[in-house]
């Protein structure tokens, strides 16, 4: 155990690339700051009024996947260099213990640092629109609207960044985004026309593990999970983030000097 992962040993290397990094990050930091104060600041004086729970929504998911996405791609950028490879994998560390600094970072640190940012600028763009009045604040954690489900997708664009970040070479970003596009594209080819021939007809909806629709007679049909298995299909995609996060481990794992 002590060969793959010590504390100690991951409180230092966490230490080394905190001291290394925090300059980037702090402006970094600042950059998430001005994008979020520009676009939901901006969207908020354009329509005179707060902006609704719904476009607080949109403005949360959108920046959380593409900034997360963005920031998780560089995390094993250093790969890409054979200088900075080099010293990167003579660390005397554990493969995992350097994959765990970039995973906390990328995903804990980031969602954490990610919900102080958007949470400090909504709350400040409203009370301003307000004029006094308590503002509507956006619940990312609740479960009526399920907008934690926001959490559950950016789970699996994480590890598809970051085994991303391991796997290419150069232009990690994108080289993943083309990829996923193109996996994404067959798969929904490939399940319209699975499920033209199951059901012998067209059919609206081609998107795996979703509902789909179709004319019966003059009638809409529509044909989807039971309301009991919804839970069970909002792991899928936590199932394959895990199957991500252990793809790009095995890929540093392999990684030589």
Sequence with gaps: MQNHFSFRRFSLLFQKHTSEHIKSYLMS???LLGILA????????????????????VFFVLFLFGVGTV???????????KNKSIA????PASHFEKYLVGWVYSFLLFVLVYLACFYLVDYVVLSMEAGGETPRLLNVFSTKEGMYMAFVYYALLHGLAIWGSTFFQKGHFIKTAFAFIVVAGVLIILNEQLM???WGRDINGAMPFTSISFKE?????SVAFPE????????????????FWAASYKLLQEKQV
């Design 217 to 221: 007679g003059e009638e809409q049909a």
């Design 38 to 57: 520009l676009f939901i600041g901006g969207a908020a004086y354009l329509d005179h009024q707060p902006l609704s729970e719904t476009a607080q929504g």
């Design 88 to 91: 990167f994998l003579t660390l």
């Design 29 to 31: 930091l600042g950059v």
């Design 71 to 81: 920031f998780t791609s560089s995390v094993f950028a250093n790969l890409g260099d």
């Design 228 to 243: 009991a298995y919804s839970t069970l299909l909002s792991f899928i995609p936590l199932v394959l983030a895990a199957l």
């Design 196 to 198: 033209q021939l199951v």
